[in-house]
């Protein structure tokens, strides 16, 4: 029994693990935008392909990562993520060398696909092993994790990313590091005999009829698409709006606020955890929605320090969006509910397509102008909140 009790131990311990891995490879993404910008001399509309690269690879692989885990096992998943992070940071090594645009872009394609991969596969062995009473507080331990990842990788990647001029300076430094790591946990779950759990039988298979039937899943796809580009646009174009309103900053000083912003969006993650307890989701989903408005107003309209963390203070209001409206949208779904989910993963599809606009706005007027992008979403947002949620009972029968 007490070995049992270690090997679980150990296998939350591995599979906590992950969560910090696939913060350092998304929340690095910013600070990448910025360094192509001045290394290539891009617009803003084309260093902004960053985040699409990475989103997109979550939106293609969600469909071929359910199939490939439902026919193996989640570790199996797990250790093909770890491999893809290997292979993607590689080449982003060996694209540091050529120093082709492009070639950048494809190793953040590859990395993506692996974090595509440890993400499904770890939120759910993280539940599914051990007593199913204290799932939820193994999940909320474990994504503890992924925001102190978020806030490691925004500090340690502006000092390498930030230390040289031009694209042969330490900008692979943070993916050998993702390698280094990945080789490590790949022998770590090879020597330790852990847990064994399969994956549900049955194959994600595409079923649009499943959009139709339910109003309020349509709805909070569409929401979830909109604040996943929220998101990226905050985050991919924080260091333009610092170069504007604070433009006698560096980029090493610029990234402090960028790194308070995810320690932000981290202490929201439990402080809306805890008001969740006492205000109904959409209720505090609509709060939220309506001051990140305020602010990025605020943002747009002011100048200086006022509106620097007006824009970090978005962070904290974006840290509950993403998980509400993930369970508002799957609310009242039974037999649908796996094909509900993958629908909901493939929205992050938004962080593709809507920092590139907000690139275009940018270059075409000014970067203030671009915030019209991000208000957008998350009027959409608002709006789910209070009307878009709502499921009847035709629906659901």
Known sequence: MDNNNYRQNLAILLITSLFFMWALTSTINGELIKHFKDSFHLSRFHAGFVDSAYYLAYFIMAIPVGIIISKSTYKCGIYIGLILF????????????????????????VIASGATFLETCANTYILKIGDPTTAARRLNFAQSWNGLGAVFASYYGAKMIFAGNSTNGHIYTPYLLICVISIILIGAFLITKLPTIKSDNDAIKINWS?????????????????????QASIWGYFFFYTSKKLPYLSDIQASKYFQFSFVLFMLGRFIGSFLLSYFKPPKLLSVYAVITIILLICTGLGSGQFAIYSLVLVSF?????????????LKHINTDTKIAATYMVMAVIGGAIIPPILGLLSDMHSINFGLIVP???AIIILYFSIFGHHCTIKEVD
């Open 210 to 230: 499943v959009l139709l039937r339910y109003r309020h899943l349509r709805n909070g796809v569409i929401a979830q698409f909109f604040y996943v580009g929220l």
């Open 317 to 329: 209001f974006m840290s509950i969006m993403y998980p509400t409206i993930f369970s508002l949208s």
């Open 86 to 109: 290997i292979v993607g940071s590689l080449l982003f090594y060996l694209a540091n060398i050529f120093a082709v645009y492009a070639f950048f872009l494809i190793a953040v394609f």
């Open 375 to 377: 208000i957008v979403c």
